[in-house]
């Protein structure tokens, strides 16, 4: 089966610029998982669907960061206006059930 | 809510070596722990994990214990080969499907 699929790859903005990042889980993935990852540093889970609706979002910065997963499937986090503290890779992970996830390639951002 | 430790941060071992990572949980509602392997630039990869109605999983080279009542697990690699060197990530659930990372372990084995 085709594993989570990203893109951009690499991305490089200036601050206070705005940013969008693309996922397509696996199918049949209801759960889908957008992480930060700080070079050094575990993942740490910014927002959580079950299909189209938001579980988690606890430690999503809501006043510059958004994210949307229309129709279930495909995902978008926006940033806006984007900070150089913000500059890591943005994984997105997928899972049908029992908590297995399966991440994708990431998109490694560099805000400078 | 969930808080992960996991150490050593870094463990060099020579080829052919065991290696020993450990991590501590503190919500004592988990249930599902894994272990990730990510190599330089990748994506984290799921190697094993072990759910809290076990004990011990085996997989190949590759094994994991849970100690439920003192709230920590480890991932047991043995014959260390090149091509395990990496960070690898311990994890624990807390709440609905959702995980918590530990801060990683950079593992080197060496020819």
């Known amino acids: 089966e085709a594993g989570v699929a990203q893109s951009p790859r690499y991305k490089i903005i200036e601050k206070r610029q705005s940013v969008a990042f693309w996922c397509n889980p696996i199918s049949g993935h209801a759960t889908l998982y957008w992480y930060q990852q700080i070079l050094g540093q575990g993942p740490k889970l910014l927002i959580q669907f079950q299909n189209n609706g938001v579980v988690d979002d606890s430690q999503l910065p809501k006043d510059r960061f958004s994210a949307e997963r229309l129709k279930g499937v495909d995902s978008t986090l926006k940033i806006q206006p984007a900070k150089l503290e913000d500059s890591a890779v943005y994984l997105c992970?997928?899972?049908?059930?029992?908590?297995?996830?399966?991440f994708g390639p990431g998109t490694r951002l560099t805000v400078t | 809510g969930e808080n992960v430790e996991q150490h050593p941060s870094t463990l060099s071992v020579q080829e052919g070596d065991s290696a020993v990572i450990k991590c501590t949980y503190s919500?004592?509602?988990?249930?599902?722990f894994p272990w990730y392997k990510q190599e330089l630039g990748k994506r984290p990869q799921l190697i094993i994990d072990?759910?809290?109605?076990?004990g011990e999983k085996k997989d190949q080279r590759i094994a994991v214990t849970l100690n439920k009542t003192a709230k920590h697990f480890s991932l047991h690699i043995t014959e260390t080969q090149p091509e395990d060197s990496a960070v690898y990530f311990c994890?624990?659930?807390?709440?609905?499907?959702?995980?918590?990372f530990g801060t990683g372990t950079r593992l080197l084995v060496s020819p």
């Open positions: 994890a624990a659930t807390s709440g609905f499907q959702k995980l918590v």
């Open positions: 072990i759910r809290s109605n076990v």
């Open positions: 919500d004592s509602a988990s249930n599902y």
């Open positions: 992970a997928s899972s049908r059930w029992a908590e297995e996830q399966y």
